[in-house]
T-cell receptor, first 116, second 112 residues
Framework: DVKVTQSSRYLVKRTGEKVFLECVQD?????MFWYRQDPGLGLRLIYF???????EKGDIPEGYSVSREKKERFSLILESASTNQTSMYLC???????????????FGPGTRLLVL | KQEVTQIPAALSVPEGENLVLNCSFT??????LQWFRQDPGKGLTSLLL?????REQTSGRLNASLDKSSGRSTLYIAASQPGDSATYLC???????????FGAGTRLFVKA
């Protein structure tokens, strides 16, 4: 069965802290994604990765960085957490077919982050 | 600008009713369109995926249609049940890119 797991369901951090969100998939997918979801705004792409050590900025990369050292693991890093980064963070993965767009994305359960 | 809009934002119906959720997209050159379900505080679960060459897809009580020329998709839910209560999101992918654009979702509440 397809599985994407995220390290924490709920996190509370203080302003200025460095925050690590981990995502692991067991489907050997090439693509991995980090989104944030806010009421009324839908899902917004922060970063994605199409291969190990490869990363591309999404729509809202400011204040975030990512790391992909292994194919199955994609980490989102908040270098210095701020209150406006309080949100639901969703990780996803998908296969990639050369010359085409991606197919179905599989999502993790999400991490609800509160920055005080 | 590529955008996906879902109307209504929220919907409440009595159990047993058939209902339609709407999705519209501004750029009709899509590769595929997906409908997802999201339960409160959870991740997204894919319900149906329609390729650009297809007109509809069906799974159980769910039927999704696609009209590329008008930039619209609908998700039809037959004989709704309280367990169908969730947020339904529409997402569009375009050829040659990794970007999937999501709508803000329709929050559905089915009353017993």
């Amino acid at each position: 069965d397809v599985k994407v797991t995220q390290s924490s369901r709920y996190l509370v951090k203080r302003t200025g802290e460095k925050v690590f969100l981990e995502c692991v998939q067991d489907m050997d997918h090439e693509n991995m994604f980090w989104y944030r979801q806010d009421p009324g705004l839908g899902l917004r792409l922060i970063y994605f990765s199409y291969d190990v050590k490869m990363k591309e900025k999404g729509d809202i990369p400011e204040g975030y960085s990512v790391s992909r050292e292994k194919k199955e693991r994609f980490s989102l890093i908040l270098e210095s957490a701020s209150t406006n980064q309080t949100s639901m963070y969703l990780c996803a993965s998908s296969f990639w077919f050369v010359g085409q767009a991606q197919e179905t994305q599989y999502f993790g359960p999400g991490t609800r982050l509160l920055v005080l | 600008k590529q955008e996906v809009t879902q109307i209504p934002a929220a919907l409440s119906v009595p159990e047993g009713e058939n209902l339609v959720l709407n999705c519209s997209f501004t750029d009709s050159a899509i590769y595929n369109l997906q409908w997802f379900r999201q339960d409160p505080g959870k991740g997204l679960t894919s319900l149906l995926l329609i390729q650009s060459s297809q007109r509809e897809q069906t799974s159980g009580r769910l039927n999704a249609s696609l009209d590329k020329s008008s930039g619209r998709s609908t998700l039809y839910i037959a004989a709704s049940q309280p367990g169908d209560s969730a947020t339904y999101l529409c997402a569009v992918s375009y050829t040659g890119g990794f970007k999937t654009i999501f709508g803000a979702g329709t929050r559905l509440f089915v009353k017993a």
